[in-house]
């Protein structure tokens, strides 16, 4: 069992800059692959950023260049680095975990087994 907590949410301007944590505890064993997905209102929820144990990391096209994933094992703790932010940034933001996901799949929701309660971003144009 992992547990996944978020922090670092909040309201910035277009073109601002948050930093998204996530937290985890339980199982903690480096081997899991973790992620960041996102929910708009009315909206799937979407696969953002993704690190598999590796160091393989996935991102989705509409992030690339301006959002930075990172984990830093000794502290059990996932970071979602978020510059150069949109109004279409704006969601609900999960942090994820999982065993055994690779290459594309890192962006699938479906493969993430422990999720987190997640934390709102609200970008204003």
């Known amino acids: 069992q992992v547990q996944l907590v978020e922090s670092g949410g909040g309201s910035v301007q277009a073109g601002g800059s948050l930093r998204l944590s996530c937290e985890a505890s339980g199982d903690t064993s480096s081997s899991y692959s973790m992620g960041w997905f996102r929910q708009a209102p009315g909206k799937e929820r979407e696969g953002v950023a993704a690190?598999?144990?590796?160091?393989?990391?996935r991102y989705a096209d509409s992030v690339k260049g301006r959002f930075t994933i990172s984990r830093d094992n000794a502290k059990n703790t996932l970071y979602l680095q978020m510059n150069s932010l949109k109004p279409e940034d704006t969601a609900m933001y999960y942090c994820a975990a999982g065993r055994e996901i690779y290459g594309l799949f890192l962006l699938l929701r479906t493969k993430y087994t422990y999720w987190g309660q997640g934390t709102q971003v609200t970008v204003s144009s």
């Open positions: 690190i598999h144990s590796d160091g393989t990391i």
